[in-house]
């Protein structure tokens, strides 16, 4: 199965508009995607929208965010449900700056209604979701792992906003258990550099998108029956996954 773990929906302030649910997954079906999961910003505000989409359209699909740390590192805690998700989302709002978002400085950030046949805006979110929080990563993998969620390190390779930007490594507990269930390539990141110093995590690629012509541009394959939390954590845990080829050009 070929999958996209990190996308993000309009509701992302850095994200185009055009990226609404219904588009996505109309972009990620044409693609051949076997699932994608929704991860926007530091909010799961419009996984109930996902998920009434992707299922009118029979596409698996997960559902998180892109949790920005204490450390200035960007994680994608990622569940099954919505109503997992919103409950990482309410956890990661107690520890976020009651700042009012400013459109014109930070972008938009609509919420979807999951109600309908269209895509509508049902509200905007006001936090500024650009904006990281104060839960850290031992915090934060506690968290999704209690929720029962996965746990990735996003973007290993960027010098900005990755764990090994930010601590120079991979973290894990002192006693060695690991926090993170895999780490993530970028979709330009060299797999021949980058899979050794992975400190032998399962190795993902993703998109990242922020606008519909990235969707499904890179991808994740493994051998797994169904696409769930379940079968991505086997997956994880017997090295079955493997990434795509990197985009060498924009």
């Not at 009434?52 to 949790?67: D, N, S, T």
């Not at 104060?134 to 969620?149: F, M, N, Q, V």
């Not at 930010?166 to 258990?177: F, K, N, V």
């Not at 993530?184 to 990242?208: C, I, K, M, Q």
């Amino acid at each position: 199965m070929k999958f996209d773990l990190h996308i993000h929906s309009c509701l992302s302030p850095c994200a185009s508009l055009e990226m609404s649910p219904g588009e996505i997954v109309a972009r990620a079906v044409a693609a051949g995607m076997g699932g994608i999961a929704i991860t926007d910003h530091n909010s799961a505000m419009n996984a109930p929208a996902m998920a009434v989409r992707a299922r009118k359209a029979g596409l698996a699909c997960l559902f998180g965010m892109e949790v920005q740390t204490a450390e200035e590192a960007h994680t994608l805690a990622i569940f099954d449900t919505p109503e997992q998700a919103l409950a990482m989302t309410e956890w990661v709002y107690a520890a976020m700056p009651k700042r009012v978002n400013d459109p014109d400085t930070f972008g938009d950030q609509p919420i979807l209604s999951a109600e309908g046949d269209e895509d509508e805006i049902a509200d905007l979110e006001w936090r500024i979701l650009a904006m990281g929080c104060r839960r850290t990563i031992p915090e934060t993998s506690a968290k999704a792992h209690e929720l029962g969620g996965l746990y990735i390190a996003a973007h290993i390779d960027r010098p900005n906003f990755s764990v090994v930007s930010s601590l120079g490594s991979i973290p894990s507990a002192p006693d060695g258990t690991p926090y993170f269930d895999a780490v993530e390539l970028s979709r330009t990141a060299n797999a021949d550099e980058w899979l050794p110093r992975a400190e032998g995590y399962a190795v993902t690629r993703s998109s990242d998108a922020h606008n519909l012509d990235d969707v499904a541009r890179v991808w994740t394959e493994a051998d797994i029956d169904r696409f769930t939390v379940a079968e991505l954590k086997r997956a994880f845990a017997f090295r079955l996954t493997k990434p795509s080829p990197r985009i060498t050009r924009f």
